[in-house]
């Protein structure tokens, strides 16, 4: 038995780099994806080749682009035609649009940005299942069940690989000799950006390969989620007749709870449609019926929000998924994978619509919000020849809905009408009061550069965060705050007192504001007199970087030493 058991070990381990060789042969563009941002990330990490909204554009064009290129690969194998040229042409309309994509995509500088590639990331993932034996329609329920499984136990040995890695430079480190941190991050790379992405290649299904249900998905489904499911529903109705008694309108967040319950309904009552068992087919029978409810009361909660306070991208979202719930309900109780792909198909195009566009979540919450906006001015007589006047009768309610409209733009990356100006100070004296706007604009920066030159000190002091004495020179720093100056005493005699302000503005001077990563001396501070000279060295420092006289809000540094 023993040897048998190290006979199958023996052959998986030498059968193993043919399988990555078939798997880069099946999707080759995919795994140059990935080999590709591995370099970039590996580049960035030691070298410090791009700004940070390149390297962010490309690292998400690339992710991208390993979905995308296997998807056009299943669809080839889908439909017959893997002859090299219909290969080429694929590709070709793929990097098409991914370069498009690479040129609207700018880079995560707010939360719309990162709401919009969410929606882009799951539209490409539903292409990639719904690429799947398209042909022939068969057994997709079984394939979507079988790519579940894959990234997880992908993403599960690319874990346990990581834990291996880290341990053997651990002890390398511990044991032998000392090892940069940056070996750490290394390890990461490889084993999610490598390692990960070709072992999910290596299992996709391919055409009519015959294997069965996946048995922990049938577990998880059968056992888990449809008992979850059906206690939520009952709680769900229970809400429904409280309301029905009570006569009351339901609470705002009651969309997004529906739009939630509806999300995790219909994919698994896609995914038990192979299910044979009586308590499946019941289920697939009767919940239908029952999400038609939820779906006209999620409506009336989003369309009564909307008239009472206008398109938010949260509104908006809801009202595009339950027009997704509603169409998917119906191919639902359509047997079969042709029609439950419609639902996928429909689902990323909704995402798509949903991310950019004049019709997009975003460009309609600015439309919809813009409008309430100027209607509120209108009304105040605050509008005159296209600029913002102040009113000396606004009522306290308008005043406070103006704040807050404008709050939430702020908060929300919506751009507002041209006439509304930017800065607090001006807006204060075009609307006759403060806004106070809630828009954070302070700037995180940092670098990676650890090794800078210095001489002429005689001391290095890391932890500021506790007082810090020198007996010898009878030398004392207090333990430092946030807001607190810089203190050096010698004895009873301050011998250096520096503003936190100070500091900022002298490194506001020097960094590049338009890039999170600087070069290490641009994140220093020096400081010089007749009894001391030290030297500030920031790791990261967060700089408002539109408050020139007082900038600094929060950094990490060491201080550098030499009393004279």
């Given at each position: 038995?023993?040897e048998g ?14 399988r990555?060789m ?5 999707f080759?563009?995919s795994i140059?994806c ?6 970039v990330?590996?580049l960035?990490?030691h070298f ?14 690339l992710?991208?682009?390993i979905?995308?290129?296997a ?6 194998e889908s439909l017959?035609?893997?002859?090299l040229?219909?290969r080429i ?7 098409v ?14 939360s719309?940005?990162?709401?919009q590639?969410?929606m882009i990331?799951?539209?490409?993932i539903?292409i990639?299942l719904?690429?799947l ?10 394939n ?5 499984t894959?990234v ?5 040995f ?10 053997v430079v ?5 044991l032998?000799t ?10 990461v ?5 490598l ?5 999910l ?14 048995k ?16 939520f529903?009952?709680?769900l109705?229970?809400y ?7 006569r009351?309108f ?14 995790a309904c219909?994919?698994?009552l896609?995914l ?8 499946s087919r019941?289920?697939?029978n009767v ?14 909660t989003?369309?009564r ?9 949260p509104?908006?979202l ?8 509603l ?8 047997r079969?994978?042709r ?5 996928l198909?429909?689902t990323?195009a909704a995402?798509i619509?949903s991310?950019?566009?004049p019709q997009?979540?975003?460009e309609m919450?600015?439309a919809?919000?813009?409008m ?9 007589d605050?509008l005159k020849d296209?600029?913002?006047v ?21 908060r929300?990356?919506l751009?507002?009408k ?8 001006a ?12 828009k954070?604009?302070?700037?995180y920066f ?11 000190y ?12 020198i007996?010898?020179l009878d030398?004392?720093i ?9 203190i050096?005493?010698i ?9 936190r302000q100070?500091?900022g ?9 338009e890039n999170?990563k ?8 020096d400081y010089?007199?007749?009894r001391i ?5 920031f790791?990261?420092i ?7 006289e007082n900038?600094?809000e ?10 004279k």
């Amino acid at each position: 038995m023993k040897e048998g058991f190290f006979k199958k070990i023996s052959q998986r381990f030498t059968a193993f780099p043919k399988r990555i060789m078939d798997t880069f042969l099946r999707f080759p563009l995919s795994i140059l994806c990935a080999v590709a941002l591995f370099a970039v990330s590996d580049l960035e990490e030691h070298f410090d080749l791009f700004s940070n909204t390149i390297f962010q554009r490309l690292a998400v064009v690339l992710g991208i682009g390993i979905v995308l290129f296997a998807a056009g690969e299943l669809l080839l194998e889908s439909l017959g035609a893997k002859r090299l040229k219909f290969r080429i042409i694929t590709g070709a309309v793929i990097y098409v649009v991914l370069q498009g994509y690479y040129f609207v995509f700018q880079g995560f500088e707010g939360s719309r940005d990162g709401a919009q590639f969410a929606m882009i990331a799951g539209a490409v993932i539903l292409i990639g299942l719904f690429a799947l034996n398209t042909k022939t329609h068969s057994d997709f329920e079984k394939n979507a069940a079988r790519i579940i499984t894959r990234v997880a136990s992908s993403g599960f040995f690319a874990g346990v690989l990581l834990l291996g890695l880290v341990a053997v430079v651990g002890a390398i480190d511990l044991l032998l000799t000392e090892m940069d941190e940056k070996w750490f991050i290394e390890m990461v790379q490889i084993c999610f950006i490598l390692f990960m992405p070709t072992m999910l290649l290596m299992g996709l299904p391919e055409r009519d390969d015959g294997v069965s249900y996946p048995k922990p998905v049938s577990a998880l489904l059968t056992y888990v989620i449809l008992p979850v499911i059906m206690i939520f529903t009952v709680v769900l109705y229970a809400y429904y007749i409280k309301l029905a008694v009570t006569r009351s309108f339901p609470i705002g967040e009651l969309g997004g709870v529906s739009l939630a319950f509806l999300g995790a309904c219909i994919p698994t009552l896609i995914l038990i449609t192979p299910f044979e068992n009586r308590f499946s087919r019941v289920l697939r029978n009767v919940i239908p019926y029952v999400l038609i409810p939820v779906i006209a009361l999620l409506f009336f909660t989003a369309i009564r929000q909307i008239v009472l306070f206008g398109v938010t991208p949260p509104r908006y979202l809801v009202i595009v998924g339950g027009f997704v719930a509603l169409v998917s309900t119906a191919l639902i109780k359509i047997r079969g994978g042709r029609f439950q792909r419609i639902a996928l198909v429909i689902t990323a195009a909704a995402l798509i619509i949903s991310a950019y566009g004049p019709q997009s979540a975003y460009e309609m919450t600015e439309a919809s919000q813009n409008m309430r906006f100027e209607r509120l001015l209108v009304k105040n007589d605050m509008l005159k020849d296209g600029k913002v006047v102040p009113s000396s009768n606004i009522s306290s309610d308008d005043k406070e809905e103006i704040k807050e409209l404008v709050r939430y733009c702020d908060r929300n990356d919506l751009e507002m009408k041209e006439y509304v100006p930017k800065d607090n100070t001006a807006r204060k004296e075009a609307f006759g009061f403060d806004i106070d706007s809630y828009k954070s604009r302070t700037k995180y920066f940092y670098t990676n550069e650890r090794a800078v030159k210095v001489s002429g000190y005689d001391y290095i002091i890391e932890d500021l965060y506790n007082s810090v004495s020198i007996p010898e020179l009878d030398l004392n720093i207090p333990k430092m705050t946030k807001d607190e100056n810089i203190i050096i005493k010698i004895g009873n005699e301050t011998v250096c007192d520096i503003s936190r302000q100070e500091i900022g503005r002298e490194i506001l001077k020097k960094i590049d504001t338009e890039n999170e990563k600087q070069s290490a001396e641009s994140m220093t501070y020096d400081y010089e007199n007749e009894r001391i000279k030290i030297r500030l060295a920031f790791g990261n420092i967060s700089l408002d970087t539109d408050n020139r006289e007082n900038p600094y809000e929060y950094g990490d540094f060491t201080l550098l030493l030499k009393v004279k």
